[in-house]
């Protein structure tokens, strides 16, 4: 493990917790593989500070900095190990946890130590003077072996509300004892961010040390509570990546760092990283196995797709009207959304998008807005489906549909059997560069069973078709009158190991919806791999 310079500037520190605090939410469990991955990424892009774990309290986060040591040449960052002060009573020399902080090899040790009075004498079960010792040896004796210490104050707010005077003392023990930065948790995430300016400024003038905040979202405000806390003078802020964390969460890092850096004017990532935050966003959320958030500020792919139609109008003339930053400075890009709200810009925009030109022909415009608010009318959705859109809007350019088989008939048959198990079968006709094509397969449910038959069938003369792989299916009963037989629309998610794309059918019963999916998904997978339509 190499060790780094830090952030760009010293003087303002970018400190990530995802994998330690982050792990905490419910349903991340990371493997240490995970944890390196998740590191490299982090490292990647450019924070100062990674606190991998607390070393000694289990063997995964033992092994995790053992490996680390040996696997990642660190380019940006520093590895920060999590531990307690000293237990009370005890030297700090003598104390095996403090002994493992120093044992993982970390450069950057954080400290937790109690802020709240009460906390201190109810969990520590010690007296508030021996906090302070446990604090100020603890330190001083990391500090001796030459690691540089952090120490997050634990319900610092809480303690400060309930006992300003002893929460103040533990902020000057800890930097009088040689710590660098000194953190105010809000542990219980209740604050908000005038609370936090306010205390944050007063704890700066009174003690003079250097500091820091971690918030948690309980209240929504981690972010701004993060960002009230720099506007009193903070330099350094606690983050997590997609905000994961404990109950509900902690201080996402990405808006956090871009608006101080879009924001603020603060330098706080390496030169051109900020244009790699989607990415790392999302690759962060698949290892942890949790589905990106879509409407995530800066990161999500709703952070800047447009649905109404007078904000596509003005949007034509100039994005930044309805735009707070250029996406591509976050690695993200601007969406259209073409709905039944949809007017002429949109579909302009749009068909810019899909690299369709439409020639500033305002009748063909025209007709492609009639048809998509007649469709969404009777159920369809195209901003959630914009394989369908494109077919759509190609028909009406080149006046035909785009067709590369014909359908002469599909029955799908689900049969219960005595012993309670289910057998699915599927039977398609089908028309394919003049052939006749009667295919037959048996499937996991009648819309596998259609799925396979269609490949059976067409894979022989369209190859390109075994690379597809249908991801996503979801359903979708709409309004009605007519109980069981409302109309049902079905959203197909289909790859082909470079892009993904969704597509949509409507109609009276699931099947016979999900069969217009599955054509149109076919469709689209054979226009992208650029095979020419024979019907």
């Known amino acids: 493990m190499t060790v780094s310079t830090g952030n760009p500037d010293d003087s303002f520190h970018v400190f990530d917790t995802t994998l330690r605090d982050g792990a905490q939410r419910e349903g991340i469990n990371l493997t240490v593989a995970d944890k390196l991955t998740i590191a490299r990424h982090l490292d990647d892009f450019g924070v100062g500070f990674i606190e991998g774990g607390w070393p000694g309290a289990n063997p995964r986060d033992t092994e995790f900095f053992a490996r680390a040591k040996q696997e990642i040449e660190f380019k940006h960052a520093q590895l920060v190990a999590f531990g307690a002060t000293r237990r009370a009573h005890v030297k700090a020399a003598d104390d095996p946890q403090v002994k493992a902080l120093l044992d993982s090899g970390a450069p950057v040790v954080t400290l937790v130590a109690k802020s709240h009075d009460r906390h201190v004498e109810l969990a520590l079960r010690t007296t508030l003077d021996e906090n302070l010792a446990m604090i100020a040896d603890t330190v001083s004796y990391l500090r001796e072996q030459g690691r540089r210490v952090f120490v997050d104050c634990e319900h610092f707010f809480d303690g400060y509300r309930a006992n300003p005077t002893y929460a103040k003392s533990v902020v000057r023990t800890a930097s009088e004892a040689g710590a660098d930065v000194v953190i105010l948790c809000d542990t219980n995430g209740g604050m908000l961010p005038a609370q936090v300016q306010a205390v944050v400024a007063t704890v700066l003038a009174d003690t003079g040390a250097r500091l820091g905040i971690h918030a948690q979202d309980d209240t929504g405000c981690a972010v701004a509570n993060t960002l009230a806390a720099v506007d009193a003078g903070a330099t350094h802020v606690q983050c ?57 500020p800066y990161v999500g792919v709703s952070a800047f797709a447009h649905k109404a139609g007078l904000h596509a109008s003005a949007i034509k003339v100039d994005p930044d009207l309805y735009q707070h930053i250029d996406p591509e400075l976050v690695g993200n890009t601007m969406r259209m959304l073409v709905s039944d709200m949809a007017g002429r810009a949109s579909v302009e925009l749009k068909g810019k998008e899909l690299g369709v030109d439409l020639g500033g022909d305002r009748e063909l415009v025209g007709r492609v807005v009639q048809r998509v608010k007649e469709r969404e009318l009777k159920g369809y959705s195209y901003e959630a489906a ?68 269609m490949r059976v069938g067409l894979e022989r003369f369209y190859p390109e078709l075994s690379k597809l792989e249908l991801v996503d299916y979801k359903v979708r ?48 997978g054979l226009l992208r791999a650029g095979v020419e339509p024979t019907e």
């Not at 990546?241 to 004017?265: M, S």
């Not at 028909?395 to 029955?411: A, I, K, N």
């Not at 309004?479 to 082909?496: A, F, N, Q």
């Open 240 to 296: 997590t990546a997609n905000g994961y964390g404990e109950r509900v969460g902690n201080a996402n890092l990405f808006p956090v760092v871009a608006a101080l850096q879009l924001k603020y004017g603060k330098q706080v990532l390496p030169e051109g990283a900020l244009a790699e935050m989607t990415r790392i966003s999302h690759a962060i959320a698949e290892v942890v196995n949790l589905i990106p958030s879509t409407h995530q």
């Open 386 to 453: 914009d394989a369908s859109f494109e077919l759509l809007l190609r028909e009406e350019v080149e006046g035909r549909p785009r067709r590369y088989f014909r359908t002469e008939s599909w029955r799908a048959i689900t049969e219960d059997r005595p012993d309670g198990t289910h057998a699915n079968e599927a039977t398609v006709k089908l028309w394919a560069k003049g052939e006749r094509i009667v295919s037959t397969a048996e499937g996991n449910g009648p819309v596998n069973a259609l799925d396979m038959a």
């Open 477 to 524: 009963i709409l309004e009605g009158t007519h109980g069981t037989s409302s109309t049902t629309r079905v959203l197909i998610s289909t790859s082909d190991g470079t892009g993904e794309w969704s597509t949509v059918g409507v109609a009276e019963n699931v099947i016979a919806a999900s069969w217009q999916a599955l054509e149109d998904a076919y469709t689209y």
